[in-house]
Nanobody, 121 residues
Framework: VQLQASGGGLVQAGGSLRLSCVASGRSVSTYDMAWFRQSPGKEREFVAAISWSGGTYYADSVKGRFTISRDNAKTTVYLQMNSLKPEDTASYYC????????????????WGQGTLVTVSS
């Protein structure tokens, strides 16, 4: 399985960005997917997850501002980020797990490269 993330950039506080993660490989549509983020000097933290059946879960810090979704083919996962704050600045990573989604990064089997999101105040 390969994951390709894109969509990062520079945005002002209060603005929006949409990240995409294209997944390729055998049975990828049956994987649960997630977004994590990592800032310099900090541990990688869970942002949001979506199950293969469409169930979603969010970290408290982004609930109500971010929306995770996946396309009908279940091979692309999106993260719509609204009302962005400077503290959202980080490299964002998509991840896939053959089992059930989890908030622990160590539980994920595959990772995409990071896409940098910078929110200016």
């Amino acid at each position: 399985v390969q994951l390709q993330a894109s969509g990062g950039g520079l945005v002002q506080a209060g603005g929006s960005l949409r990240l995409s993660c294209v997944a390729s490989g055998r049975s990828v549509s049956t994987y649960d997917m997630a977004w994590f983020r990592q800032s310099p000097g900090k541990e990688r933290e869970f942002v949001a997850a979506i199950s293969w059946s469409g169930g979603t879960y969010y970290a408290d810090s982004v609930k109500g501002r971010f929306t995770i979704s996946r396309d009908n083919a279940k091979t692309t996962v999106y993260l719509q980020m609204n009302s962005l704050k400077p503290e959202d600045t980080a490299s964002y990573y998509c991840a896939a797990v053959r089992g059930i989604w989890n908030t622990k990064s160590s539980e994920y089997d595959y990772w995409g490269q990071g896409t940098l999101v910078t929110v200016s105040s």
